[in-house]
């Protein structure tokens, strides 16, 4: 019995700058913070002699060609199986699917953790992360970026130059303890009630780049320096610069792309900024999933966002990444 997990993440500054079809062209930088909310895979070798998969679906299967999970079919041959040819694997997620938290990239570093377990290799973080990114991107042709596989399989608040060349630069967000706990306490994460596939926003901005829309464009390199003077407020301690940047970010974020909002998403984070709230943003691509604030307010938020209907979920940051929690 493997049990391996991945964390989910949140983003905060330059998310959309990750998408091969900006970074390839002007460099992208996203700060993401991995929280401890997670992607778990168990993986075991049953009596039976057949591959059994357990996830919003159930397949019963005899080889890796005919499995219909893409992820997992992929996986299974790039990290091969062949001594180990009949498996069962299960996943599970404290969060659900499409709400914005990058559990796409998480459960397939979990994934990718669990059969490097199995054929007892070494793989490091960056390695896991970049065969999660090249199963998605390259093999699944996925309009994503690469910030949820990097974040999922490092942990931590990392701030991820995305090059070119393809290279990814992390590094952690260097900031003063205290600045680390304040961020921590006061931030907070409200469920919207929508969840959604970030395909369509995603298709539509990676298009539009793609054929160098100039509006796209602007769009995305103002979100990138955004990012920047976000990562410049927080490692000397102005939090509140780094929430009135948060803001900035959701008002132009939204101007990327029809459906990244919709009324009554805009009707509850109007509520939260008249109630302390002093910045934020919905998580991930748009369409759904968290509104994230941040206040030194905490008590009246929380009253006035539940009573509204919003379902409030706690975290804390991960500074673990990807890792294997049993081995027997």
């Given amino acids: 019995m493997i049990i391996t997990s991945s964390p989910l993440r949140i983003s905060l500054g330059g998310g959309g700058t990750d998408l091969p079809s900006y970074y390839r062209e002007h460099t992208g930088f996203v700060i993401s913070a991995a929280i401890n909310k997670y992607v778990y895979i168990t993986l075991h070798e049953p009596f039976s002699e057949e591959i059994i998969l357990k996830y919003s679906k159930m397949e019963v299967v005899k080889t890796v060609e005919e499995i219909k999970h893409p992820i ?3 996986a299974l041959k790039l990290v091969g199986t062949d001594e180990h040819p009949h498996l069962e694997i299960t996943s599970m997620s404290d969060i659900p699917a499409g709400t914005g938290l990058g559990s796409s990239g998480s459960f397939t570093t979990a994934l990718l953790c669990a059969l490097h377990c199995l054929k007892k290799n070494s793989v490091p973080a960056r390695e896991l992360a970049e065969q999660a990114c090249h199963i998605e991107l390259d093999l699944l042709g996925e309009p994503i970026g690469k910030q949820d596989q990097y974040i999922a399989a490092i942990g931590g608040i990392t701030c991820l130059t995305f090059k070119p060349d393809g290279q990814v630069e992390a590094e952690p967000l260097r900031m003063a303890p205290e600045t680390l706990h304040t961020l921590e ?3 907070i994460l409200f469920f919207t009630g929508y969840t959604r596939s970030a395909s369509n926003i995603l298709k539509d901005q990676d298009s539009r780049s793609r054929k160098k829309d100039q509006g796209m464009l602007d769009n995305l390199h103002f979100i990138k320096d955004l990012a920047f003077e976000g990562k410049a407020a927080v490692e000397r301690g102005d939090l509140r610069r780094f ?8 008002e132009h974020k939204k101007k990327r792309t029809q459906g990244m909002s919709n009324s009554q998403i805009d009707s509850y984070y109007e509520l939260g900024r008249a109630n302390g709230a ?10 759904g999933g968290f509104l994230m604030f941040y206040t030194e307010d905490k008590t009246r938020l929380r009253h006035v966002m539940t009573a509204a209907g919003l379902r409030e979920v706690r975290f804390r940051f991960d500074f673990a990444g990807s890792q294997v929690l049993v081995q027997s």
């Avoid at 929430?243 to 959701?250: C, G, S, Y």
């Fill in 278 to 287: 002093m910045g934020g943003k919905l998580i991930g691509a748009g369409g």
């Fill in 185 to 187: 306490d006061n931030l």
């Fill in 72 to 74: 997992v079919r992929e």
């Fill in 243 to 250: 929430a009135e940047l948060m803001h900035i970010h959701w």
